[in-house]
């Protein structure tokens, strides 16, 4: 019989808990408060930066990037970040100050100097600092964030992408991220999504599924509890509607094997692109209304309602004009409906959390 560690939960601190799978000798258990799910017991912070030696960052990391010792292509980082590089185009603007949390060799950070930003890294890898410094050129601090000082309200951004599952103790960085973003400054986050229907199709053999790895596995209700105990009141938590069949532990099962030709035969259906274009634009419609709410969390740019802008402009529209735009907002409503009843069963891979100070 399990007993819980006096630690407890790494985001309520409760020490109650149901074991939902055993991996790699190693157990994954559910908070009975939270609903967290998290590795335990509790892996030696020494054990853990074992992981991230020299020959991980060459052999396994820099592979996926095509980069080496030599160098790296700066098209291809670009590519892979061009998602992020256009939330920090579109939603906060260009030339602030960025942070960037479990930065790796950081090419992150280079991609998004190209774009004028002024760029700071945190990485506990000592091989990863060392390429950042001396081969990507950015500056990347050794160490953890709690670790490293900086003055309050310090950073127009912060990112943490694929980092947060790894951290030990993740509300405490949370808060200090809090601290030293500045007033209207955000904070983006990118991290597995446990509801993911990958998940489900591949049951523990999800490469997700990584006690020794990934410290912690959020959803969307736990990844919101985080924020807010951090002291964020604004944010929107996004599940991006994207599936990878190769992230498995075995690919010699009926499971992987059933999962990818799912993947190829919805991947190109007309539907699956047209689903994915409306969840984008959605991400787009909340992430404006974010931007947008002032301190006291009006948004003006909505003046208060919609009504109130439909109203304002009644005597300059025709009754034609106001049947078409209440039917296409009908439609919107419909479809919108149908898109979050379809998201809350058939979930992603990934969350994207982004949250205003």
Same mark, same amino acid.
């Given at each position: ?19 939902v799978? =055993? ?7 559910? *908070?009975?408060?939270? $609903?967290?799910?998290?590795? %335990? ?9 074992q992981?991230? #030696? ?9 592979? @996926?990037?095509? &980069?080496?010792r030599?160098?790296f292509?700066?098209?291809? @980082? ?10 920090l ?9 960025i942070?960037?949390?479990? *930065? ?11 774009? $004028? ?10 091989a &990863?600092?060392?390429? &950042? /410094? /001396?081969?990507?050129?950015? =500056?990347?601090?050794l ?39 500045? =007033? ?6 990118? #991290? ?10 591949? $049951? ?7 006690? %020794?790895e990934?410290?912690t ?8 509890l ?21 992230n ?11 999962? =990818? ?13 047209? %689903? ?20 006291? $969390? ?5 003046? /208060? ?13 025709? +009754?034609?004009?106001r049947?078409?735009?209440?039917? &296409?907002? +009908? ?6 409906? @149908? %898109?979050?009843?379809?998201?809350s069963?058939?979930?992603g ?9």
């Amino acid at each position: 019989m399990l007993e819980p560690e006096k630690k407890g939960c790494l985001l309520c601190s409760s020490q109650k808990f149901k074991i939902v799978y =055993k991996k790699f000798d190693h157990y994954l258990v559910r *908070c009975s408060r939270c $609903g967290l799910v998290y590795s %335990w017991p509790p892996i030696p912070e020494e054990v853990l930066l074992q992981r991230y #030696t020299e020959d991980y960052l060459f052999r396994e990391y820099l592979p @996926i990037f095509k &980069a080496d010792r030599r160098g790296f292509q700066i098209e291809l @980082i670009q590519n892979h970040y061009s998602f992020f590089l256009h939330l920090l185009d579109n939603y906060s603007g260009s030339g602030g100050k960025i942070l960037d949390i479990g *930065c790796g060799p950081g090419f992150f950070l280079k991609a998004a100097s190209e774009k $004028g930003w002024q760029g700071e890294g945190v990485e506990i890898s000592e091989a &990863a600092v060392e390429y &950042a /410094n /001396n081969i990507v050129g950015v =500056k990347v601090h050794l160490g953890k964030i709690e670790d490293m000082h900086f003055s309050p309200e310090s950073f127009d951004v912060i990112t943490l992408l694929d980092s947060l599952e790894h951290l030990m103790d993740p509300l405490g960085v949370i808060n200090e991220c809090y601290i030293i973003l500045k =007033k209207r400054g955000f904070i983006i986050i990118d #991290t597995p999504d446990y509801q993911s229907f990958s998940r489900l199709i591949l $049951g523990k053999n999800w490469a997700v599924l990584s006690p %020794w790895e990934h410290l912690t596995n959020f959803s969307e209700k736990t990844l919101s509890l985080l924020l807010r105990k951090a002291g964020f009141k604004d944010f929107i938590i996004y599940n991006q509607f994207k599936f990878n069949p190769e992230n498995t532990h075995d690919k010699s099962s009926f499971r992987y094997r059933l999962w =990818k030709r799912m993947n190829e035969k919805v991947g190109q259906s007309r539907l699956f692109s047209k %689903w994915q274009t409306f969840s984008q634009h959605e991400l787009g419609q909340e992430l404006s209304i974010l931007r947008e709410y002032d301190e006291e $969390g009006v948004n003006p740019g909505l003046e /208060n309602s919609e009504t109130f802008a439909q109203e304002k402009h009644t005597s300059k529209t025709t +009754e034609i004009g106001r049947s078409i735009k209440k039917n &296409a907002r +009908e439609k919107r409503r419909i479809i919108s409906k @149908i %898109w979050s009843l379809i998201s809350s069963y058939i979930r992603g891979d990934s969350l994207l959390a982004i949250a205003k100070k």
